[in-house]
RNA sequence: CGGGGCGUAGUUCAGCUUGGUAGAACGCCUGGUUUGGGACCAGGAGGUCGCAGGUUCGAAUCCUGUCGCCCCGACCA
């Protein structure tokens, strides 16, 4: 055993309270025909897989994301109590995430800018719903400037701000304090802006990624004349939050609508993409808000429209974040590290030179240089490794860091004017060993095909992700017309369950403390498959229902 | 904010009960042999034991205070 070892057993095997995945049951295990890809062989009283130093998923779940998060060198705690460093093997992700994301923003006719970090608290407090929601949690600067007092840095008591600052939780009101200068007439609409930032939620407990004090994210805020037009907005950038988690990241995802309860504080209505973890529990992957007139209103921004009449326009905003890494780990990767859809791998391939003597090396590094040159003026983002360590030890690294494809070049590929190439994953056959599962990944081929077989590759193994995610969603997903079906399911391995819902926000809540289970979203109609569809009788009061909500647990 | 845990080498930890020269493994560096799934041998570098007081001839160890982080809960846009 090395590395992370020592604290793991027993130390997140708290209760059986919300976190219903410490349990130690295989996923998927009521899945038919589906791939097996978080099937484990059952291993109590350890996570397994030490020394490779993952915990199994089956094992502890929790701990799993952990270790891929620091072994696959993504991100790490920082001295600052709950602030994470995103390291350079994460960020390069979320750089292409980035990337995938601005150019459907411009695309669909936005344009970047950027606005202060520091929100006065008399801004915030003007949109009363909207303060009431973030009152909490929010970081407060209250000095200006520092002293040193007896050889020690302070705080200098004397440098009191005359009004606090609020470092932004999200940027509503200095957007729209600031749109009161930029709109005055209809022509001037839409205002369609987007920033990309930081942001600061002081929570409480945090997770790598998924929930930290500090994250960084994109933040859409768009004015227009109607609100026909603004609602279309809405929805047009929750379609492109679709698309890009579906076709960038290969993680399928429920559009629909949140409920009263789970609306953004200030919002008319709120939709959202909600996608499923390996766990069985709901991550929401984005979201997108029609705000009617109200930051309007608050910030007293107004335009002349064509009949000369002053109205207030109507906003939207939509935003996504870096907890969108955390979702992307915990949709693919397997016990063995991280696995990156290729459009969003850094490193598309790695090349591994083998032999033994020096005049094998002579031979094969300028082979592995030669393919590499030929790859990347292809496009592809190709790592040579040439560290001298063991092939093994490398073919660890690589696989545990989520490099789809791995081209190995020694001499006996020289001789025969081949290279192997070994995918990081295939789609998992019920029944297979480890070792058949480890043949079905690698493939010898001639070395002219190299390029084009490994542009194949990334095409389908980003297909085949997809397929992946989506089967085991399914495998996972109910359609439920009863309260003892309900409790069963969520006592079991859970999922994503359709059930028809008429309950009140107190209804709600009781469903959410007898369960642990929320409404996720009221999808689209669009997104409900045909065995969800139709009216019927809501699964807790009985009254009559027009559709089907999604109800999960939740991270 | 409540409950629990932990601060000792780059990392994970032992040592503390019963005070007496600072330990292991992994990692790192050097040299050699190795290299188609985590190599081996030899040598080496690396720690004011979270911080501040106190007790003591002597403190990583005992006492008091303090700071920080992690986990669980409340909370969650």
Known sequence: MKGIG????????????????????????????????????QQPQQSGNDAKGIATRAADYSQWYLDIVKRAELAEHSSVRGCMVIRPQGYAIWEKMQRELDDRFKATGHVNAYFPLFIPLSFLAREEQHAAGFAKECAVVTHHRLKTIDGKVQVDPDSKLEEPLIVRPTSETIIWNQYKGWIQSYRDLPLLINQWANVCRWEMR????????EFLWQEGHTAHASEQEAREETHRMLGVYADFAENVMAMPVVQGAKSPGERFPGAVESLSIEAMMQDGKALQAGTSHYLGQNFAKSAEVQFLNKEGKLEYPYATSWGVSTRLMGALIMTHSDDTGLICPPKLAPIHAVIVPIFRKDDEKAKVLPACEALQQELRQAGLAVKLDDRDLHPGAKYYEWEMKGVPVRIEIGPKDLEKDSVCLVRRFVIEQPGESEDDRRKRKKSFIPRGEALAQIRGLMDSMQKELFQRALAFRESRTRVIDTLDQFEAFFKGDGGFAWVHWAGNAEQEEELAKRFETSIRCIPLASQIPDAARGAGTCILTGRPSAQRVVMAKSY
Do not use: C, D, W, Y
Not at 206 to 213: E, I, N, S
């Open 6 to 41: 020592g604290r793991r057993s027993g130390s997140i095997s708290a209760g059986g309270g919300r976190e219903s995945v410490h349990n130690a049951k295989p996923f998927g295990a009521n899945g038919t025909g589906v791939p097996e890809m978080a099937k484990q062989q």
């Open 206 to 213: 945090t997770r790598l990624f998924l929930r930290t004090a």
